[in-house]
């Protein structure tokens, strides 16, 4: 189950995960920080853009800097709004949609519903509604809550030096060190 779903996952985001068996054993536990909770869910609504994603087994070939991988998130009401990914290339044009009907727990933690009927927790350890915001999502192994990936999403690509900074202090103090090679960046988007 969980190695379909990283792979329709990474189908629709467009990378690569070659399903060894590795990077379905290796898989960390969900980390445990707190999500935050002091922000205006209304205004992370709307276009967001995929910069930064850090996965514990990396793909050894995603190769593909032609293309984007943008969201749009819209409001329905007070505890549901859809996330909708898809990618966009010079080469290829627009990319199938991916639609992903999300609950809000409270402003930090969401539930996401996979295309697969599974559901996924989302964290927002940081967010700063007009510039970027971190989001770490886990799923379930073997009852055990996973670590599948987290994401820098950002209102404007490339992000600045600043907020690169910024961001990497704070994924370090989430135990994700910067300097390992288990980030794939978009920086051309
Ligand atoms: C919000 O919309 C969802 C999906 O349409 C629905 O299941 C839920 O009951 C609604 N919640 C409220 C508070 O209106």
Redesign the pocket.
């Known amino acids: 189950m969980l190695k379909q779903l990283a792979l329709v996952f990474s189908l629709h985001l467009g990378i690569l995960v070659t399903a060894t068996p590795n990077f379905y054993s290796t898989m960390k536990t969900c980390p445990s920080f707190k999500s935050q909770s002091n922000f205006n869910i209304n205004k992370i609504m709307g276009e967001w853009n995929l910069a930064m994603l850090f996965i514990d087994e990396p793909p050894e070939e995603h190769e593909d800097d032609s293309s984007c991988i943008k969201g749009n998130f819209k409001k329905?009401?007070?505890?549901?709004f859809k996330q909708m990914w898809y990618i966009t290339s010079s080469q290829y044009g627009y990319g199938a949609i991916i639609d992903l009907p999300t609950i809000i727990t409270h402003s930090g933690d969401w539930t996401v519903t996979d295309p697969l009927g599974g559901h996924l927790q989302v964290k927002i350890s940081n967010a700063i509604p007009d510039a970027h915001m971190l989001m770490t999502v886990c799923g379930t192994q073997h009852g055990k809550s996973v670590h599948l990936w987290t994401a820098v999403v950002t209102r404007k690509t490339p992000i600045t030096q600043i907020d690169f900074l910024e961001l990497s202090a704070k994924l370090m103090s989430q135990g994700f060190n910067i300097n390992d090679n288990k980030m794939i960046m978009w920086n051309k988007c």
Not at 76 to 80: A, D, K, L, R
């Open positions: 329905i009401n007070s505890t549901t």
